[in-house]
């Protein structure tokens, strides 16, 4: 089935609210599947939607592909297309789909992974799920699918690297940048996310955007990150207003939680007031004294006159240091 039966098929009506535009150009999808190292390795995928990208990413064959969808019926739409044999799951793959809020949820441990495969066939222990999870649906290598239950989570001893692959609401592409690249402890190793092109445009500085906020707090945890693709918005059903673009973001190794938390608290002190002076706005909001502040400054070779989106990462480190 083509995008549009599919549409048709299961009745598929766009909710607005929960900023559903399906990606329906397949060249697109698949460069966006490209992007990422997926065989053989654990993927994520953020809003699966009616898996328009799910079965690219399997085709790829990952050990394991979770999907987090918020909605219900987008749940069940999944599970009839895999059960009408319209989504194939390779063999090899552990497939599971997590109903619920992705910014609720915390990614797997490898040992919950093993802990499925060794229990596929097994009757699963219920107990209470963690907080804001929701039920996990699963499908064993047969095809039959698992009555709902909760997995019971294991300690953090063994993380696993994996992968996140996204096409999600506009509204929610912040929160979820700063939930897998700063806030949870087991961040995966890349993100290739879809988003609004001039959110991209500013992580990216392209055209005339400088720093800012995000574009800062992202760099300071990423080795590199790359715009992947233009997505022109007559590519989606429902079109929306404005076009998209694909960035891709590969994760430093070490991510050092104390020194993320003080980057975060000042830069983002300094964009306060984004049109005043970054000198002002660091002593009206952290209350540092502004000999303090007019002493780095000159020592740092800044203008008092500038203005927080003027400084690069290097400078604010420095910065940083000199002020804390
Ligand atoms: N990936 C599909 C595609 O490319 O066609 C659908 C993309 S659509 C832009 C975003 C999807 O994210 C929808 O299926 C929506 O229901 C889901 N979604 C919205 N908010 C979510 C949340 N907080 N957690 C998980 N999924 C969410």
Request: charged content about 30%; some cysteine.
């Amino acid at each position: 089935m083509d995008h549009k039966e599919i549409l048709r098929h299961y009745g598929i009506r766009a909710q607005k609210s929960l900023g559903q535009n399906f990606l329906v150009n397949d060249d697109i999808l698949e460069t966006i599947a490209d992007s990422v190292e997926i065989t053989w390795k654990d993927i994520l995928e953020i809003g699966p939607g009616y898996g328009a990208l799910t079965e690219k990413i399997l085709a790829r064959k990952p050990r394991s592909l979770t999907l987090v969808e918020l909605d219900k019926k987008m749940v069940y739409i999944l599970q009839s297309r895999i059960r009408e044999g319209d989504i194939i799951i390779p063999e090899e793959t552990i497939f599971t789909i997590i109903e619920g809020d992705v910014l609720k949820y915390t990614p797997w441990e490898s040992s919950e992974i093993s802990q499925k495969r060794s229990n596929l066939n097994e009757k699963w222990s219920h107990s209470s799920p963690g907080e804001g999870l929701s039920k996990w649906i699963v499908q064993n290598k047969y095809g039959e699918w698992e009555a709902e239950f909760w997995i019971q989570r294991t300690s953090f001893s063994e993380i696993s690297p994996y992968s996140v692959i996204a096409n999600i609401p506009y509204y929610i592409t912040s929160p979820i940048l700063f939930r897998f690249l700063h806030e949870l402890e087991n961040k995966p190793e890349e993100m290739v996310i879809l988003m609004q092109k001039e959110v991209g445009d500013k992580i990216c500085r392209k055209k005339w955007y400088n720093n800012s906020y995000l574009s800062l707090a992202l760099e300071f945890s990423c080795e590199t990150i790359e715009e992947v693709c233009l997505v022109p918005k007559e590519n989606f059903i429902p079109s929306p207003k404005i076009d998209s673009s694909v960035l891709s973001f590969k994760r430093k190794k070490e991510y050092d939680t104390l020194r993320a938390k003080q980057f975060l608290k000042i830069t983002s002190a300094g964009f306060t007031s984004p049109r005043k002076k970054l000198l002002s706005n660091l002593a009206n909001t952290l209350h540092i004294s502004k000999e303090v502040l007019h002493e780095s400054f000159e020592w740092l070779e800044l203008l008092e006159t500038a203005r927080a989106e003027e400084l690069g990462i290097g400078k604010w480190k420095e910065l940083i240091e000199k002020i804390t």
